[in-house]
């Protein structure tokens, strides 16, 4: 149900009384009733990034508090996560590079409805309580599934994909969620719905302050007295990288014997490698290139901090919290939904394009022992408060239970 709120935006609420809905979400009610959920997203099995880890995620840990729980995805010889808890529904499709290149929208957009033609009749045939999706391209499959079978479609949002025929298509869902307050204030200008807001989890087991990983520096040739600075990201230029190697090249010019890694690939490596190389930084950067998430917290082992240097509206920043569940202290920028991942004293923010604050927020954390262990302890504190797995899960279950 959608309803006008003060400010004359329209709030997303389930499509029953305002009165149950402000009680769930408050924890007045009991969460005994166990649901049939689906989540419908084409890459969750032919891919891996944070919409597929959220897919996952969301299904095991549902499926372990006794909610049957369905993964639907695109048919792929790509390994994927398995659980016996969770059923697997996987059908072919035609992939968005052999559709005519009217735009990634419209390739993007033809290659979920060829998913989706595949997919319905075994929607429609379950007849899942909940179906939900993540991109909304989807959306169409899901809501001509629950026409005549009494399925509730949720769509949760996780950045501004916006298309003709999208404010008419949410308002027809029984539940809108989006990824970050920042995120839901994006959707409300544009359409003038406010989505509830469901924020993205963290693998707070995996994702865990540990000792440096024995050996690791050696193996990269790093000695055992140089600073350790690591960015996890796909290098692209919205994320911003160019500024953090200026930075490193900066503290470096002072005389801070400090080894940038930056674990990632993406269409700007080769322009990232050639600033390096001008810059007079071969050595002291080293491109990883894709490493395994489940690899990932060994570097940050060894990390004295992480930088995130974004320059685009980033709707949250799983990267930047999974940094900040390893106990170590994350700059990143005063963008998007950045803040909310980076809350005041849980890191240092700075403005986006500044090299120089960069520098110097890197330059306070390395000088100051006792603010390392501050932000440290804060960030990961913050994250087992706000975005774990289990607690993601159970603001979803007062949501809909």
Known sequence: MLMRGGNGAI????????????????NIYPRGKKYDIAFFNLTTTTKHGGIETFNWEMARILAERGHTTHIYGG??????????????HLFPY??????????????????????????????????????????????????????????KVIFGSGGTEFFPGYRSLVRRLDYFFACSRFNATQIQNYCGIRPLVLY?????????????????????????????????????????????????????????????????????????QDL??????????????????TLIPKYYSIATMAIFPSVADET?????????????????????GIPEVVKEGAGILVSPRDSDALAQAAKRIIDDQDLREKLGESGRRHVMECFRWEKIVSDFENYIG
């Open 11 to 26: 709030l997303s609420v389930p499509k029953e009384s305002f009165k149950d809905d402000f009680r769930k979400q408050m």
């Open 75 to 88: 048919a792929s010889e790509e390994p994927f996560p398995s659980s016996g808890r969770v059923h697997f």
């Open 94 to 151: 035609i992939a968005r590079e052999k559709f005519p290149d009217l735009g990634s929208r419209f390739r993007k957009f033809a290659e979920r409805i060829s998913f989706g033609k595949h997919a319905l009749p075994e929607l429609k045939r379950t007849r899942h309580d909940y179906i939900y999706v993540s991109k909304p391209f989807d959306i169409p499959v899901a809501l001509l599934a629950a026409r005549g079978t009494g399925s």
């Open 200 to 272: 993205n989890g963290i693998n707070t087991e995996r994702f865990v302050p540990s000792p440096p990983e024995h050996g690791l520096k050696a193996t990269l040739g790093i000695r055992e007295e140089e600073i350790v600075i690591v960015t996890v990201c796909r290098l692209v230029g919205w994320k911003g990288v160019k500024y953090s190697i200026q930075a490193v090249s900066k503290l470096i010019d002072i005389g801070y014997p400090a080894r940038y890694l930056v674990i990632g690939d993406g269409e700007d490596r080769p322009v990232l």
């Open 276 to 293: 390096a190389a001008r810059l007079g930084m071969r050595e002291e950067i080293l491109f990883l290139g894709r490493v395994s998430n």
């Open 316 to 336: 949250f920043g799983i990267s930047i919290a999974e940094a900040m569940a390893c106990g170590v202290p994350a700059i990143s920028t005063e963008i998007g």
